[in-house]
C-alpha cells in the first residue's frame, strides 16, 4: 500500500546542489514511530544511507555527508525533500527514498521507491 517516487534532474552539475523529492501515498510522513530515509547506490558499489528523518521532523544525517545534506519535510504535501549541496561526480548514483521501521528486533528499510539516477557531470 505504501507508495514512495523519487523525483527530480537527472543531470547535476559539479559544485551545484542536488534537490529530489521523495512523494509518499499510502501513509503519512507524520505517522508515529516511522522515519523516511534517502539513499543512494553509486556504480558499482553498495548501499549508503544519506540520512532520515523521523515522523517528529528530527532529522539524522550520516556523518560523511552531513556538512552537505539536508533532509526536510513538506506534511502538507506529504513528501520528503533531499538536498545535497556542493556536488562532485562521486555524487553519481541512484538515490532512493524509503520507510524506516522496528520490525523482529531490528530496524529494516521496508518500502523503497524505484529511485533515480542522478549523473554529476559537467
Known amino acids: 500500500q505504501v507508495q514512495l517516487q523519487e523525483s527530480g534532474p537527472g543531470l547535476v552539475r559539479p559544485s551545484q546542489t542536488l534537490s529530489l523529492i521523495c512523494a509518499v501515498s499510502?501513509?503519512?510522513?507524520?505517522?508515529?514511530?516511522?522515519?523516511w530515509g534517502w539513499i543512494r547506490q553509486p556504480p558499482g558499489k553498495g548501499l549508503e544511507c544519506l540520512g532520515v528523518i523521523r515522523y517528529s521532523g528530527t532529522t539524522y544525517y550520516s556523518p560523511a555527508l552531513k556538512s552537505r545534506t539536508s533532509i526536510s519535510r513538506d506534511t502538507s504535501k506529504n513528501q520528503i525533500i533531499l538536498q545535497l549541496d556542493s556536488v562532485t561526480p562521486e555524487d553519481t548514483a541512484v538515490y532512493y527514498c524509503?520507510?524506516?521501521?522496528?520490525?523482529?528486533?531490528?530496524?529494516?528499510?521496508?518500502?523503497w521507491g524505484q529511485g533515480t539516477q542522478v549523473t554529476v557531470s559537467s
Open positions: 499510502g501513509a503519512s510522513i507524520t505517522t508515529n514511530f516511522y522515519s
Open positions: 524509503a520507510r524506516l521501521l522496528r520490525s523482529s528486533g531490528h530496524y529494516e528499510f521496508d518500502h
